[in-house]
């Protein structure tokens, strides 16, 4: 009966260590398939196998009972080759690296429309509920004006509100932009005061979309034949010119 017991001894001796090798050896075949290298696969227990299964675990934002680390790899081998392996081999396929901006809370809320009208004579008596207007280009180096987009606004005691617009440049632009993201008044000598959105470039199909910028007016006004008809121009870049072209029935 002693002698039984001093063989079993050294059976279980040979073969818990190869056992936990090929344990980890499981877990690191796994984990070189994914975006979170473990070293070499050869079994055995290092920082860098330890430090991939770490941060996998972090990203899947996920426990495994009795830990991840090395006198646990049996259960982290049990889950990467059972029913959920696919889907996790999946969520580990790349690597996601949090990042922090030192971004004021007030700059996150900022609007890019946005603009101090304290100083500007609005024409608190304008009302007009139907005007034309046509945003245009104007290019520096070339004797080309573009029409950018067209729509039609109404003008309440000088208050500007865009009501239909056609964008057409393309690219990201959609009409409800012009909608949303127009802050605009009518001065008493007819001028457009505020800021809008603003799209710089057409984009044929095909070529890669391009934000839009946002633009301050007046840089200089044109009057036209009757108030408040005239055409506003605004800075766009180092290269071309914008305006609104108006006209109020």
Same mark, same amino acid.
């Given at each position: 009966?002693?002698?039984?017991?001093?063989?079993?001894?050294?059976?279980?001796?040979?073969?818990?260590?190869?056992?936990?090798?090929?344990?980890?050896?499981?877990?690191?075949?796994? *984990?070189?398939?994914?975006?979170?290298?473990?070293?070499?696969?050869?079994?055995?227990?290092?920082?860098?196998?330890?430090?991939? &299964?770490?941060?996998?675990?972090?990203? &899947?934002?996920?426990?495994?009972?009795?830990?991840?680390?090395?006198?646990?790899?049996?259960?982290?081998?049990?889950?990467?080759?059972?029913?959920?392996?696919?889907?996790?081999?999946? &969520?580990?396929?790349?690597?996601?690296?949090?990042?922090?901006?030192?971004?004021?809370?007030?700059?996150?809320?900022?609007?890019?429309?946005?603009?101090?009208?304290? @100083?500007? @004579?609005?024409?608190?008596?304008?009302?007009?509920?139907?005007?034309?207007?046509?945003? @245009?280009?104007? &290019?520096?180096?070339?004797?080309?004006?573009?029409?950018?987009?067209?729509?039609?606004?109404?003008?309440?005691?000088?208050?500007?509100?865009?009501?239909?617009?056609?964008?057409?440049?393309?690219?990201?632009?959609?009409?409800?932009?012009?909608?949303?993201?127009?802050?605009?008044? *009518?001065?008493?000598?007819?001028?457009?005061?505020?800021?809008?959105?603003?799209?710089?470039?057409?984009? %044929?199909?095909?070529?890669?979309?391009?934000? %839009?910028?946002?633009?301050?007016?007046?840089?200089?006004?044109? @009057?036209? %034949?009757?108030?408040?008809?005239?055409?506003?121009?605004?800075?766009?870049?180092?290269?071309?010119?914008?305006?609104?072209?108006?006209?109020?029935?």
């Amino acid at each position: 009966m002693r002698l039984l017991v001093v063989s079993l001894v050294v059976v279980i001796a040979w073969f818990a260590p190869d056992q936990a090798r090929a344990d980890v050896r499981c877990v690191q075949a796994f *984990l070189a398939e994914t975006a979170f290298d473990p070293g070499p696969v050869d079994g055995l227990w290092g920082r860098k196998t330890g430090d991939a &299964l770490t941060s996998a675990f972090a990203q &899947l934002d996920r426990e495994v009972e009795g830990g991840i680390g090395r006198n646990n790899t049996d259960a982290v081998c049990a889950l990467f080759s059972g029913p959920e392996g696919s889907e996790i081999a999946d &969520l580990l396929a790349l690597r996601i690296y949090p990042i922090s901006l030192d971004i004021d809370g007030d700059d996150l809320l900022a609007d890019p429309t946005a603009f101090d009208f304290s @100083k500007v @004579k609005v024409a608190e008596d304008a009302n007009f509920g139907f005007c034309s207007f046509t945003i @245009k280009r104007y &290019l520096f180096s070339e004797d080309v004006t573009d029409d950018i987009a067209t729509g039609t606004l109404s003008i309440d005691n000088g208050w500007v509100s865009v009501t239909t617009a056609r964008w057409r440049t393309g690219g990201f632009a959609q009409p409800e932009q012009l909608v949303e993201q127009t802050n605009l008044a *009518l001065t008493t000598d007819g001028k457009l005061v505020g800021r809008m959105i603003y799209y710089e470039r057409f984009i %044929p199909e095909g070529e890669v979309f391009e934000p %839009p910028i946002y633009v301050t007016l007046p840089a200089r006004h044109e @009057k036209g %034949p009757t108030y408040p008809a005239g055409e506003t121009f605004f800075h766009a870049n180092g290269w071309s010119e914008g305006s609104i072209r108006l006209f109020c029935r």
